[in-house]
């Protein structure tokens, strides 16, 4: 019987944390940047709350600005994690989390045309983005130090 309870115990504490709904990635928060030569990107995320961290990225080569756009990550209704972006002046386009740990996030929109995936991690005080295809193709990646830092 003891051992009943404590298979019952343990199928619903499994069960609860499957059902937790991911962290927002408070891991990204602050100021990032990056050069190359007179080529430039900087990217900022706000620390999460109620269920939002918000962010902003520009690039260009030396005074010229090249693209910029704005960024949230949110929790839907539904409890889980979206990227939307909205690129200088397009539409927004809303991104699904498959994939959030303590140091990586994942997001997926097989219908967009470019990029499919986008996928944030840390190394260390390092940030890294990567966009692509949804199977990999056409990586492209940034790396970012902290900024001051």
């Not at 949230?72 to 409890?79: A, K, L, Q, W």
């Amino acid at each position: 019987m003891r051992f009943l309870f404590l298979l019952t115990l343990a199928m619903a504490s499994s069960i609860a944390a499957a059902n937790t709904p991911a962290p927002l990635p408070d891991w990204m928060t602050g100021a990032w940047d990056k050069s190359d030569g007179a080529k430039w990107a900087d990217e900022y995320w706000t620390p999460p709350r109620a269920g939002m961290m918000i962010g902003a990225s520009r690039s260009g080569e030396g005074e010229m600005l090249e693209f910029w756009e704005h960024m949230r990550i949110e929790r839907g209704p539904d409890g889980k994690l979206a990227f939307v972006a909205i690129a200088a002046d397009q539409q927004p386009v809303r991104f699904g989390a498959v994939r959030a740990g303590q140091t990586e996030i994942i997001f997926e929109n097989p219908d967009h045309d470019y990029p499919q995936r986008i996928r944030y991690w840390r190394e260390g005080d390092i940030l890294k983005a990567e966009i692509s295809l949804l199977d990999g193709s056409k990586a492209v990646q940034f790396l970012f130090n902290r900024m001051g830092g």
